[in-house]
């Protein structure tokens, strides 16, 4: 037995035979051709061919009920406008005299080079959709037969890369597993495999071709591939693979039944989640609301400054979608790893220290207002939250309440009908957690974002890879902040939710539960499990222990503004608003 590891996106086990995929090779001369108006058409044929078919998988996908899926093929298809960037450049090396198969494959090389030089992570992913239509359009050009990657045995699928409509291919019935040598957490393909569920490995360096046809076991939560595996092994993995189905299928029940602990305490089971296309997974994983709606992807998904008119659609379909549950909308959170090039923001020695979040919003009131405005005109069609996030001082929530009260005044002047709605800060700096008693007498709401607070907690970049041996998610100084925030928050009947990564933590539940946190807020996928943990919990059990103070049913209406005059700010705010 041989043992590789890789990277895992999704857990899982996955049995059987290897079949690995090879994407056909072509060769492409250089050669100038006589006439250029017929390659030209060629190419056209091509482009237009693909467009189509990335129109129907998008159709496809959408009939299947995978809004995601159907998302990155409509993008697709509008990659492949006349005009657009891998357009231009093909047509520019079309018209110097070279064939469309030379074309295609060096103007994408220059489309898919501008994309990896981006200093965003997202947008450097985007190169691997732009390979995926030079891929299809050369497939055309040659005439190839693409209809089956996978043989016709089920198979844990094995490749260098798998393109989203190469990945889409896939007859899912003969899919175990799939392993990858290349690939990013934040690919297309990886974002395909946690939506389908498949056990996945990639960047898995090892991959040989001697593997093909091998016996395997793909351990996703040991983020490795058994090749040619011994019977203890075997034995041991194949009881795991079957608890898991039976643990999948028990956890269907869970579907309508209150998130609640055997002792009787109720906790709110949320979803985060990036936009419209996610209110369907939240309806069919039950989640009770949206503790997390990141809007920074509205404005990642537009090519220029979205509209207020834009904002107020994409929000107003999220809250109508999922009404009466409540919807926290988190205001942008733009800057450190999420750049957008229409921002023209600086470039900074330390971009997560930097000019993010509420620090964008509170010197750019115009940009700030837009927002405002569009949350509030949304607010009359469902249960509203309203959240900041990097908030560090109280001053940064009174001024960005005396801005949200400024943009309700203009609405109300306009006759726009504004609806009710709590308002609440993230918890992900020391400082916010260490103020929390302070802050909690602004706000409705907490939310920890234990993702960012462990980050400036630790002095952990949460990006490098080179850090992974000194990050500890359960780091001790991490645990008492977000208990301390719970207990501050109750003391003000302020409720605590937690929306970072750790909320799913399935080894914190009791303790979160135990420290008296209000609200949980995950990835669709992971509701269910998480209520079968809290249902399993007994707080009973820790009644000798000091209670933590619950918290109190606040007033449904929006606390009123408060006037009070922001203490000065020194320094660069302060010049700001001083
Ligand atoms: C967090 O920091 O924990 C959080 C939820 O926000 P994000 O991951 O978007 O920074
Ligand atoms: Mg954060």
Redesign the pocket.
């Known amino acids: 037995m041989e043992t590789f590891k890789g990277t895992k996106i999704v857990n899982g086990i996955a049995i059987g035979k290897i079949k690995i995929y090879r994407a056909p090779v072509y060769e492409i001369s250089e050669d100038l051709v006589s006439d250029i108006a017929a390659e030209i058409e060629r190419y056209n044929k091509a482009r237009a061919k693909v467009q189509a078919d990335q129109l129907a998988l998008c159709e496809k996908e959408k009939a299947a009920g995978h809004e995601e899926t159907a998302g990155i093929f409509d993008a697709h298809a509008a990659m492949l406008d006349d005009d657009d960037v891998i357009d231009e450049a093909c047509k520019e090396i079309l018209s110097e005299g070279h064939s469309a198969e030379y074309a295609v494959s060096e103007g994408c090389k220059a489309a898919e080079e501008m994309f990896l030089n981006m200093e965003d992570e997202y947008f450097r992913a985007r190169s691997a959709d732009v390979v995926d239509l030079k891929n299809s359009m050369l497939d055309v050009l040659f005439g190839a037969d693409t209809s089956s990657l996978q043989g016709t045995e089920p198979a844990i699928l094995v490749a260098e890369d798998l393109a989203p409509s190469e990945t889409v291919k896939l007859d899912k019935s003969l899919l175990l597993g799939l392993v990858t040598r290349l690939g990013s957490s934040n690919s297309h393909t990886a974002i395909l495999a946690r939506s389908m569920n498949w056990p996945t490995l990639i960047q898995c360096h090892d991959i040989a071709d001697d593997w093909d046809g091998k016996f395997a076991i793909l351990d996703g939560y040991n983020s490795c591939i058994y090749i040619d595996p011994d019977q203890k092994t075997i034995d041991e993995l194949s009881a795991k693979q079957a608890e898991d189905k039976a643990r999948e299928e028990k956890l269907k029940e869970l579907k309508g039944q209150p998130s609640v602990t055997l002792d009787g305490r109720k906790v709110k089971l949320y979803a985060?989640i990036g936009g419209p296309k996610d209110v369907k997974a939240v309806i069919e994983n039950d989640a009770e609301g949206v503790g997390?709606f990141?809007s920074e992807f509205v404005y990642l998904n537009s090519k220029d400054d979205p509209t207020e008119e834009a904002q107020f659609q994409a929000y107003k379909q999220v809250l109508e979608g999922l009404a009466p549950r409540m919807v926290i909308i988190?205001t942008c959170?733009i800057g450190a790893d999420k750049t957008i090039d229409y921002m023209h923001l600086d470039k900074e020695d330390n971009p997560a220290l930097g000019y993010r979040a509420v620090r964008i919003c509170l010197t750019r009131p115009d940009f700030f207002k837009r927002q405002l405005r569009a949350l509030l005109r949304a607010s009359a069609f469902g249960n509203l939250g309203i959240m900041f996030?990097m908030i560090i001082s109280r001053w940064e929530v009174v001024k960005c309440k005396e801005i949200l009260a400024e943009c309700r005044k203009e609405l109300e002047a306009e006759g726009v009908q504004i609806g009710k709605y709590e308002i609440g800060i993230?918890i992900?700096t020391p400082a916010a957690a260490l103020c929390a008693d302070e802050l909690a007498e602004e706000v409705d709401f907490f939310?920890?974002?234990?993702?960012?607070?462990t980050?400036y907690t630790c002095a952990i970049d949460r990006q490098s890879a080179n850090l992974e041996p000194f990050a500890n998610t359960h780091h001790p100084a991490v645990l008492r902040l977000i208990r301390e925030t719970i207990e501050a928050g109750h003391r003000h009947n302020t409720w605590v939710g937690i929306?970072?990564?750790l909320g799913a933590d399935p080894t914190l539940t009791e303790d979160f539960l135990k420290w008296g946190v209000d609200e949980l807020s995950v990835n669709p996928k992971s509701i269910l499990p998480l209520r079968g943990n809290v249902r399993s919990v007994d707080l009973s059990k820790f009644k000798t222990e000091s209670p933590t103070p619950k918290a109190e049913a606040k007033p449904e209406a929006p606390k009123p503004e408060v006037k009070a005059e922001a203490p000065k700010p020194k320094g660069f705010f302060g010049r700001l608003f001083g």
């Not at 939310?447 to 607070?453: A, I, K």
């Open positions: 985060n997390l990141r988190r959170d996030p993230m992900e939310s920890l974002g234990t993702n960012d607070l980050q929306c970072g990564e």
